[in-house]
């Protein structure tokens, strides 16, 4: 079965070929994208405060539509 990323249910994804983000502008790293590690508080060198914020239901159908 394969997982839909984490990322992919975050109001700071943005959408495209690359999985970018507010958080991670140049490119969000594997290990969050595939939920190695949590990304609830700020990583070491992010460079900013952004962290994972879920959609709303109402986002995510728009999202997923």
Known sequence: MTKTPICFHCKHFIEGKEYKCAAFPYGIPAE?????ISHY???PGQGNTLTFLPLTDEEFDKRFS
Do not use: G
């Not at 969050?32 to 190695?36: E, F, G, N, Q």
């Open 32 to 36: 969050v994208i595939h939920s190695k």
């Open 41 to 43: 508080a700020p990583l």
